[in-house]
């Protein structure tokens, strides 16, 4: 641990972001929309498989999970190589791999950012994962997080029982997550609405306006995004802002290039 805490401290070109999440063949969600937003925010992506996936662009049809042996073992030799500045956890796809993930992360100097982004369905409906993969995400991963970023429904399902949204989001942090940053791209509305919740802070709302398609890996480009701009030392609030400037543009520039939904086109700049 103190040889990882030394070399995190040394100076470098570029910040680090350790990405767990899966394949999409795809190629406009999971580990490659991590990649392209992490890179074009000026951070290195490091990335770790945690499933293979049967998709397109309608839903998800299949997922393979990675061994939780390799997992680990994967994770262990890229934590001692290269010392992470931030993580991003996305698709997991098995409660077997939770604990690897848990062990990884206290590989981590305890200060490190954590992004997590719950998936927990397709866009298309597909179920992602078991009620033990939900549980196990609720209590172990969820008091790990600096920043969760559901979307309605997943934030529903995070938090059982409470009785909208602002509730569901202060129930996280009572769990030991630090934000909660809530998208609104599912809400029936005519703009979109996302709003940051923090303990014993207000909450901050951003408004977008609504874009006219469905979209595949708008979810994995904000997450990701967020996740380089924490590593780059990027207060909360400007990293959300940033990400979701970032995520709104590459949606709006999207391409349909498969049958189903639009998928997002993410550039390092404005055009």
Do not use: F
């Not at 209590?139 to 920043?147: F, R």
């Not at 309605?152 to 202060?170: D, F, N, T, Y």
Request: aromatic content about 2%.
């Amino acid at each position: 641990m103190e040889r990882i805490r030394r070399r995190s401290q040394q100076k470098r070109s570029m910040p680090v972001v350790m990405v767990l999440a899966g394949h999409d063949p795809t190629g406009g969600a999971g580990i490659q929309a991590d990649i392209e937003a992490i890179r074009h925010q000026g951070a290195w992506p490091a990335t770790l498989i945690t499933c293979l996936t049967q998709q397109d662009t309608h839903n998800v049809t299949r997922l393979w999970p990675q061994s939780a042996d390799a997992l680990l073992a994967q994770g262990t030799s890229l934590i001692e190589d290269m010392a992470p500045d931030a993580v991003k956890i996305g698709l997991i796809g098995d409660e077997a791999l939770v604990p690897v993930i848990i062990d990884l992360l206290a590989q981590l100097p305890a200060q490190t950012p954590v992004v997590l982004d719950p998936i927990l369905a397709a866009g298309g409906g597909k179920n992602m994962g078991s009620e033990a993969l939900l549980e196990a995400i609720r209590q172990q991963l969820v008091p790990k997080s600096t920043v969760i970023t559901p979307n309605i429904p997943e934030l529903a399902k995070l938090s059982p029982g409470q009785p909208h949204e602002a509730a569901q989001s202060q129930h996280l942090l009572s769990r030991g997550c630090q934000a909660v940053l809530a998208t609104g791209t599912h809400s029936d509305t005519p703009g979109v609405k996302n709003i940051l919740y923090q303990a014993h802070e207000p909450p901050i709302v951003y408004r977008w306006p609504r874009l006219p398609h469905e979209y595949h890996g708008s979810g994995c480009t904000l997450s990701a995004a967020l996740t380089a701009r924490l590593a780059a030392g990027d207060d909360l609030h400007t990293a959300c802002t940033t990400a979701q400037d970032y995520t709104w543009l590459a949606l709006e520039q999207g391409l349909m290039l498969g049958k189903g939904q639009h998928l997002p086109l993410r550039h390092g700049e404005r055009s």
